[in-house]
């Protein structure tokens, strides 16, 4: 189906087309770790920050704000003092995960056809 | 199976582990395009140019760079004038295209679930 910004079929390789921004949105390491770690249930910003083991906090918001833009994740505010923010799974964000979950899971299974040299983590962040 | 750098399970939520790197090359836009771009067998620099659209020179060639390295794809340079220079898929590289061709497949079936709004293309990329 052809969205209303965009006549022709979609296609991916096309950079004019609406398609291509959301694989960008999606391929993306942030995003598909933001998404899986939702996947069990609501977390707060806390929680994500520390399930994304090395995300710098500005970096955690700018992928949730563009998660919740794009209708992948809701962000609800509960009253309280301090405000308690919750960030969940929309349907479509759920049915992201699933491609998103076979391809880490694809890294998962495949790491040690990877040449070893370049699976040396570099020291900075150990 | 643990790599030799990594003496723990593997987990693409840990930083140091090696599946961390893995999934930061091929959860990326223009990695998932290049390898699927070499799906049909091998191309030249400047048919994948023209393959990806709107990518620039420098983004490709760190692109191919990346991918070549990490063993995904091989770059053969056959004795010619000027140089012919040709990328192919390599085994494993192969193997990677299944699942990032399910994520693009999935946005495309899905593109119609995004808020419109997000969808407009950028003028500057038209």
Redesign the interface.
């Known amino acids: ?1 052809a ?4 006549g022709r079929a ?15 949105l ?4 942030w ?3 933001a998404l899986g ?1 939702l996947e069990d249930g609501p977390r707060r910003f806390g929680a994500l920050r520390a ?4 995300v710098s906090p500005k970096a955690l918001t700018a992928t949730l704000r563009r998660l919740e ?3 992948l994740i809701d962000r609800t505010v509960y009253p309280a003092v301090p405000l308690h923010v919750e960030y969940s799974l929309t349907p ?1 964000g759920r ?2 995960c ?3 979950a ?7 299974d ?7 040299a ?4 570099p020291a900075a ?2």
Chains 1, 2 share one sequence.
Not at 10 to 24: G, I
Not at 51 to 54: A, F, I, P
Not at 102 to 108: K, S
Not at 110 to 116: A, C, H, K
């Open positions: 189906m969205s209303p910004s965009c979609h296609d991916v390789y096309d950079a004019t087309c609406p398609c291509r921004h959301m694989l960008d999606l391929a993306n390491k995003s598909a770790l770690a399930r994304l083991d090395g833009e794009h209708g479509l049915d992201a699933e491609p998103l076979l391809l880490r899971r694809w890294v998962v495949n790491i040690g056809r990877f040449p070893p370049v699976l040396e983590v962040v150990r």
